[in-house]
Antibody, heavy 118, light 106 residues
Framework: QVQLKESGPGLVQPSQTLSLTCTVS????????VHWVRQPPGKGLEWMGR???????YYNSALKSRLSISRDTSKSQVFLKMNSLQTEDTAIYYC????????????WGQGVMVTVSS | DTVLTQSPALAVSPGERVTISCRAS??????MHWYQQKPGQQPKLLIY???HLESGVPARFSGSGSGTDFTLTIDPVEADDTATYYC?????????FGAGTKLELK
């Protein structure tokens, strides 16, 4: 069955770099795009960017200067790196699957809570 | 960015019909999608491409609209539907979400 699972540090210091991994199963990264979405505590959802099935990447312009998404298809993993973290980057980070390249999300990981604090 | 405006909260009684609206600041064609999120859980896809019911989602849920005005309808509402509902557009880059409508049952 389709599964996505995020992993990474729960605590990051301000100005440091966040590195997250999304490990997927039940589908191929060469057939489906994977997106990252985040949600600050008690707030709404923000689309961050996507790794397209063909290896191209697209980013939210608000985050583009700080964000990088990559993948290792042999390990079925998608990676998120975001630098210069601030307290407002504290959020639950989700990876999601895009079922048909219309950029909605049919499967979501459980999410990983990242706190930016010294 | 395309701003999606939702009513912040609604309260209905079980068995009633409820409509949750989402208005876009510019046309998004029919690339509007709806999610349900319960506390402590990830969002769950309910409706995609404005009116298509996701597999496994009860037929009590339906969606309609095009352009700038969209509606999610739950009929009849059940106690388990207590949640926050988000709309999301994918016509304009960046893809954006509404702030969510919190549905409470009386």
């Amino acid at each position: 069955q389709v599964q996505l699972k995020e992993s990474g540090p729960g605590l990051v210091q301000p100005s440091q770099t966040l590195s997250l991994t999304c490990t997927v199963s039940g589908f191929s990264l060469m057939d489906y795009s994977v997106h990252w979405v985040r949600q600050p505590p008690g707030k709404g959802l923000e689309w961050m960017g996507r790794m397209k099935y063909d290896g191209d990447t697209y980013y939210n312009s608000a985050l583009k200067s700080r964000l990088s998404i990559s993948r290792d298809t042999s390990k079925s993993q998608v990676f998120l790196k975001m630098n210069s973290l601030q307290t407002e980057d504290t959020a639950i980070y989700y990876c999601t699957r895009d079922p048909d390249n219309n950029h909605y999300f049919d499967y979501w990981g459980q999410g990983v809570m990242v706190t930016v604090s010294s | 960015d395309t701003v999606l405006t939702q009513s912040p909260a609604l309260a209905v009684s079980p068995g009633e019909r409820v409509t949750i609206s989402c208005r876009a600041s510019e046309s998004v064609s029919t690339l509007m999608h709806w999610y349900q999120q319960k506390p402590g859980q990830q969002p769950k896809l309910l409706i995609y491409l404005a009116s298509h019911l996701e597999s496994g989602v009860p037929a009590r849920f339906s969606g309609s609209g095009s352009g700038t005005d969209f509606t999610l309808t739950i009929d009849p509402v059940e106690a388990d539907d207590t949640a926050t509902y988000y709309c999301q557009q994918s016509w304009n880059d960046p893809y954006t979400f509404g702030a969510g409508t919190k549905l409470e049952l009386k």
